[in-house]
């Protein structure tokens, strides 16, 4: 994440992602932001086939019966659209080899958040650290991105404990009237019991699971004997990473751990964009746009 540095001071965080990333996403979008969040406003644009996974509350029952066949309605952007983040802030977060895991999930929402505030609409955040310990409101501006900014690089409060998603998805639902972006930034490094709430959420609102990954979680290098330290529990382990099946068998465990979280997202019928320490910010942004607009076509399919 070359472009993502993770200075404590919010306003040079801001200022250099501004001049390294938004600058040069001017450029990339072409003038494509309206396909990334079409709104829920009052004004009808268009009726189109009902496909499955879409939200049934939209299908126009009057066209249906005359054309026996489901159709639903399509509205116009409204002027004032919300995008809500759900940060996930627990101690798996700061991990990463060469960059931490914080600092790219802080990046993609500071990015964002500019990219969306600048067009007039509202961000607003529910952090999680052992507990949802934050409620930012929904706001516009360069100084209320900021203000998100100051929270996200605060450095970690209160004792570590293994992280429950499932709180922070479940006081969303509460806090969230009105049908928002929402984009749920984590590891999804949780207990179980994650997948209920999130599948409800995205019943309400337009969701995307921000997935956020180092290499060294997937693929243990041959390093010889090393000690993991669990960042949530505290735990310590010595393992001989020289060994070849101890890494064969970690490899495959986090194939499958990935293999199901995918597979829970797409039950619950909502956007995946995996980001890697590895990967510059830039390119996982313009990857996401162009994941948008695909979703946003393939609905638009008869």
């Not at 914080?102 to 607003?124: C, D, K, W």
């Amino acid at each position: 994440m070359r472009e993502s540095p993770s200075p404590r001071d919010p306003e040079q965080l801001l200022r250099r992602l501004e001049w390294t990333v938004l600058r040069r996403l001017d450029g990339l979008l072409h003038g494509d932001y309206r396909t990334l969040f079409r709104g829920n406003g009052l004004d009808l644009a268009e009726l189109r086939e009902y496909q499955p996974g879409d939200d049934v509350r939209r299908i126009d029952w009057n066209v249906t019966a005359r054309l026996q066949t489901p159709y639903r309605r399509e509205y116009h952007e409204d002027r004032d659209n919300t995008a809500w983040f759900l940060v996930d802030l627990s101690r798996s977060i700061d991990f990463g080899a060469s960059v931490k895991k914080r600092a790219m999930a802080t990046g993609f929402v500071a990015v964002l958040a500019r990219l969306m505030s600048g067009h007039g609409n509202r961000v607003g955040a529910l952090v999680y650290g052992n507990r949802v310990e934050t409620m930012i409101p929904a706001r516009t501006g360069r100084r209320h991105v900021l203000h998100l900014l100051a929270r996200l690089t605060s450095p970690a409060d209160g004792p570590a404990r293994a992280t429950k998603l499932g709180e922070l998805l479940g006081g969303a639902a509460n806090v969230l009237q009105r049908r928002s972006a929402v984009f749920v930034v984590s590891d999804f490094i949780s207990e179980p019991g994650w997948e209920k709430p999130l599948a409800e959420l995205a019943r309400r609102h337009d969701v995307v699971a921000v997935c956020v990954a180092d290499p060294l979680e997937s693929e243990l290098p041959d390093l010889g004997f090393v000690a993991l330290h669990d960042a949530e529990t505290g735990e310590q382990l010595f393992i001989d990473t020289g060994d070849r099946r101890l890494r064969q068998r970690f490899a495959t465990m986090a194939a499958s751990r990935a293999a199901a979280m995918r597979a829970s997202f797409a039950r619950a019928g909502i956007g995946l964009l995996e980001l890697s320490t590895e990967e510059p910010l830039l390119d996982a942004i313009v990857r996401f746009a162009a994941m948008r607009k695909h979703r946003r076509g393939m609905k638009g399919k008869p």
